[in-house]
Structure formats: structure tokens, C-alpha cells
Nanobody, 127 residues
Framework: QIQLVESGGGLVQTGDSVSLSCTASGRPFSNYAMGWFRQAPGKEREFVAAISWGGSNTFYADGMEGRFTISRDNAKSAGYLQIDSVKPEDTAVYFC????????????????????WGQGTLVTVSS
């Protein structure tokens, strides 16, 4: 099965930009749609963004398009989430997820559900 490892989290200041990466191994990444989710302290995990396996379709949670940009490089078996102008409320553990059912991801607007998950990377935004 595919394995996913996130990286790029850390402590940042309000207004900074953060680039998160998700590196895949074990299976051809191009066969999987990919998504990003986040879980803030004390809150449930929420959808952030998703991208189809070829990258032609992208989806964002309401209010997140603009500051958040999802992308992927199948040749590098990697997906990315760029967060611009971070705010304290962006503090969360960010998870990448993958699923072979690209059609399901597309028709659900990126919500999935996704079968495979990484362990997450913590982004902490100081005010």
C-alpha cells in the first residue's frame, strides 16, 4: 500500500508563508488522488484541500481558497500545500491523505473519504 510522510511544519509567525510536503512511497503516486486535512487543538479534523490524480482538478474548503494552494508533482511522488499569510487559527496538525478512487474524490468535492493517511505535521502560528 502507499505510505505518506508529511514535512514542513514548525513554528511560524503570523503573516508568514508555510510550505508543507507529502512524500509518497510504496505505490505509484500518480494512481492516487490526494487531500490535505487539519486538526486544531481540541477540534475535529477538517478538510482543507484536495487534488485529482493528474492534478487537473483542485478543491478547497469554503474560505480556504486564496490563502491555501494545493499542488502535486507525480514525477517526484510528492504533494504540496502552500499556506500564505498564516493566522493563529491555522495552528493545527496537517495531514495528507490519498485514495485510488479518483472519481469518488472528484464527485465529493475533494472530501473523499480517503483510505490512506500520513502521521501529520504540526504547524504552530504565533501571534
Amino acid at each position: 500500500q502507499i505510505q505518506l510522510v508529511e514535512s514542513g511544519g514548525g513554528l511560524v509567525q503570523t503573516g508568514d508563508s508555510v510550505s508543507l510536503s507529502c512524500t509518497a512511497s510504496g505505490r505509484p503516486f500518480s494512481n492516487y488522488a490526494m487531500g490535505w486535512f487539519r486538526q486544531a487543538p481540541g477540534k475535529e479534523r477538517e478538510f482543507v484541500a484536495a487534488i485529482s490524480w493528474g492534478g487537473s482538478n483542485t478543491f478547497y474548503a469554503d474560505g480556504m481558497e486564496g490563502r491555501f494552494t494545493i499542488s502535486r508533482d507525480n514525477a517526484k511522488s510528492a504533494g504540496y500545500l502552500q499556506i500564505d499569510s498564516v493566522k493563529p487559527e491555522d495552528t493545527a496538525v496537517y495531514f495528507c491523505a490519498a485514495d485510488r478512487d479518483n472519481h469518488k474524490v472528484v464527485i465529493t468535492g475533494g472530501r473523499g473519504p480517503f483510505a490512506y493517511w500520513g502521521q501529520g505535521t504540526l504547524v504552530t502560528v504565533s501571534s
